[in-house]
């Protein structure tokens, strides 16, 4: 026991060492003491505490600074937020307290690593509604993405200690969202770690086989790759460059995404590994080094001009810049080449935190325009959760390609963009109106899609507006996110006429259009959404005369209804002693009566105004129902020599509950009428309002406490009142 307790504290000690070393240059004079000394005020702190067998949260929290300094690069605001976030999750940290010590914008990455955790207390999943708040936090600040990135991945390093619900969810987790998530922020040596760990837990099984079969092959592997080496050394070296070569094995994730691809086994890829040519040299000197080192390759082995991709002419949006080129080698075998320098090579390791380094590189404009993108997605509320996953994941990965206006301006696509993509990238206006492009100098029409290099002028006509089809043709989500809202905007204005034309109709038959009879039609003629349905009125797609069958059907319906009757407690008669109703007394119920002990019934809940009867109990006492009351017919079946006549009389001021369900049309402005009109009734109680959204409407289920019959029918009447409410349901009455 105490071998083990030594080796924690060993380990623990070396990672300290290793944080301490790491942010040495970036700490202030007195950070340490603060630090120390906030973690000693918070009494209830306990990082001690295990988040799974043999790994407590004192070394996750420094493990996971470790990786923000070390392996991402960040500075010091960071490091004390990741730091910070996981004392946060052990104490009531006050962000005041951080901002005083540690400086505002500690305090803002702190605060937004707080909304993070609280959201992963609620268990929020990639197909939970909370997903989208989760990301929506992500995006406020760059830093707090950062961290989390780490968090994970720190978490993922320990996974096999967790048990294995928990590493199937949070593999899962990470595969889906945080390994796409740091390939998009350029951090590649992350995006490569994660994914290999998620597979190693979610498909261990091929997982295994993947890696036995790789390190069978290891020794032919290694042999070869210094034969290929060899000569391209001796060749680099006569020139003087300052360089570093190596060969590394594809990760077996990227293996088996291979195998899926190609549909062979892992003898038939050709290029498990790749050669990395990693160049020294200054800033300004950077393009001709990597060209003159593609030169050398490419003199030495047969290239394939079809493989050569150029992401140092034009960086990927992720600011990743390489050279990639595929040659033929020894055994006639393609081996992949990159070529890169030390400050690529960093960068495609780190990521954007790298630039901050370097000056002269603008990226975060590029950063700024994805994390614009992606809040402009997560505000979009119309959005389904699928529709909204589907859209987020496209901002996810960055397969390109780049094409030019007539003025030559460079515009970054994501990889199948159409023309129509395009015209909503320079403005949602000329997305609109889009009717077709000039490509190359040749017409083409909004389907085209853009290939790299394409010079692209958008043709607009003040005529064209947007259809429901363009869906279909739009893959970036920026487009499907303009499109989306252009057409709900379209659809708004048509159902203004539409319901204008209702309007008209109806006042010609001499029939009042209410919610209610609106929102019966919507659903009649097989629509989810009002909006819609008015707008095909509107564009006459309904006839009129369907809508007056349909109107003429209920209106039949209704008549030949037979009313029900209010059975009043004088009507009955008890057998038993030979007494009617009309000679026996009728109990007056008013606030006054003393003399007699009763209750009122919680079966059917009464209130002053309802018809009411009184039910002698077994204990003497009474109990009062409502006519109409659920158990009424049994107590008068079985005990009608306990009934007794009752009314109410004089007034009542005692709140009664009274459970109603309110169905209307989705829209903020209703609830909020709703709301207000319940809270300013100076003659009831609001005890809770519970809202759900269903396709197009709402159901809410209100309580409130009314004293009087009369009271709540005036409620209902304001309620029924509230323009897009269709039906006001009493549930215990």
């Known amino acids: 026991m105490k071998m083990v307790i030594t080796d924690e504290r060993t380990q623990l000690f070396t990672i300290y060492k290793s944080v301490l070393k790491a942010t040495a240059e970036m700490r202030e004079e007195d950070d340490i003491h603060k630090i120390r000394s906030y973690f000693a005020s918070c009494a209830n702190v306990n990082l001690k505490e295990q988040k799974a067998s043999d790994y407590t949260c004192l070394q996750h929290m420094l493990e996971v600074v470790h990786v923000v300094v070390d392996e991402i690069g960040l500075g010091r605001v960071a490091a004390l937020g990741a730091m910070l976030y996981e004392l946060m999750q052990h104490t009531t940290i006050q962000r005041d307290d951080v901002a005083r010590l ?89 995006k490569s770690e994660m994914e290999d760990l998620s597979m190693k837990y979610t498909n261990r099984e091929v997982y295994l086989d993947i890696a036995r079969k790789l390190n069978e092959t290891k020794r032919s592997r290694d042999a070869y790759i210094d034969n290929f080496i060899a000569p391209l050394r001796e060749r680099l070296d006569a020139t003087g460059m300052k360089y570093e070569m190596k060969g590394r094995t594809k990760t077996i994730s990227s293996i088996y995404n291979k195998l899926k691809k190609s549909h062979v086994d892992i003898e038939g890829i050709y290029d498990l590994f790749a050669i990395r040519i990693i160049i020294d040299c200054p800033l300004d000197m950077e393009k001709a080094a990597c060209w003159r080192a593609y030169s050398i390759v490419t003199d030495l082995y047969q290239p394939n001009p079809t493989r050569l991709k150029d992401w140092i002419s034009v960086p990927k949006g992720n600011g990743y810049e390489s050279l990639h080129i595929t040659v033929l080698g020894p055994q006639n075998r393609w081996v992949e080449v990159q070529i890169r320098t030390a400050r690529m090579d960093e960068v495609a390791e780190k990521g954007f935190a790298a630039h901050w380094k370097y000056k002269g590189i603008k990226t975060e404009s590029s950063m700024e325009k994805w994390l614009s993108n992606i809040r402009e997605v997560l505000e979009n509320p119309e959005l389904t959760t699928v529709d909204f996953i589907e859209d987020f ?110 309007d008209r109709r109806f006042k010609n038959w001499k029939i009042e259009l ?173 005890r809770s309002i519970n809202v759900n959204s269903t396709e197009g409407g709402f159901e809410g289920d209100v309580t409130i406490l009314v004293a009087s019959t009369g009271s709540l029918d005036n409620v209902i009447k304001k309620i029924k009142a509230v323009r897009g409410v269709y039906n006001v349901e009493l549930l215990n009455k």
Request: charged share 30%.
């Open 393 to 502: 994941k496209l901002n996810l990965y960055d397969k390109e390609v780049f094409a030019f206006t007539p003025k030559g301006e460079l515009r970054r696509l994501a990889k199948g963009a159409t023309v129509l993509d395009f015209a909503f990238d320079i403005h949602s206006k000329v997305g609109c109106h889009c009717v077709g492009a000039i490509v190359n100098e040749r017409n083409v029409s909004i389907k085209y899609v853009i290939q790299n290099g394409d010079q692209v002028e958008i043709l607009t006509s003040p005529r064209q507006e947007p259809k429901q089809d363009w869906m279909s043709l739009v893959t970036t989500s920026h487009a499907r996110a303009k499109l989306r809202q252009a057409l709900k905007e379209k659809i708004f204005k048509q159902s203004e006429v539409g319901r204008e034309m209702l």
């Open 102 to 190: 540690f400086g505002e914008q500690t305090a803002t990455v702190v605060d937004g690593l707080a909304k993070v955790c609280e959201l992963y207390q609620r268990n929020t999943s990639i197909e939970s509604d909370n997903f989208r708040k989760l990301l929506f936090t992500f995006a406020q600040d760059v830093r707090v993405i950062l961290v989390i990135l780490a968090d994970r991945l720190a978490l993922m390093r320990h996974l096999r200690q967790f048990s294995e619900e928990d590493q199937m969810r949070i593999g899962k987790e990470v595969g889906q969202l945080y390994a796409p998530m740091a390939h998009r922020m350029g951090l590649y040596g992350m």
């Open 514 to 686: 209410t919610d209610a009879l609106l929102h019966d039609m919507t659903h009649k003629f097989g629509y989810k959404d009002i909006n819609i349905f008015l707008s095909d009125v509107g564009q006459e797609k309904i006839q009129s005369q369907q809508i007056k069958n349909f109107v003429d059907e209920q209106i039949r319906e209704e008549q030949e209804k037979t009313p029900e009757k209010t059975i009043s407690a004088e009507n009955f008669r008890h057998r038993d002693d030979g007494k009617t109703d009309e000679t026996r007394n009728v109990l007056r119920i008013d606030s006054s009566l003393t003399d007699i002990n009763f209750t009122l019934a919680k079966c059917c809940s009464p209130i002053y105004g309802d018809n009411i009867f009184a039910f002698i109990t077994a204990a003497g006492g009474l109990k009062v129902h409502r006519i109409g009351c659920p158990n009424e017919a049994e107590m008068r079946r079985k005990f009608p020599y306990r009934i007794q006549p009752a009314e109410w009389v004089g007034s009542n001021n005692d709140l009664k509950p009274i459970d109603m369900r309110i169905t209307g049309s989705d829209d903020i402005a209703i609830l909020s009428n709703i709301t207000q009109l319940l809270t300013k009734d100076g003659s009831l109680r609001v």
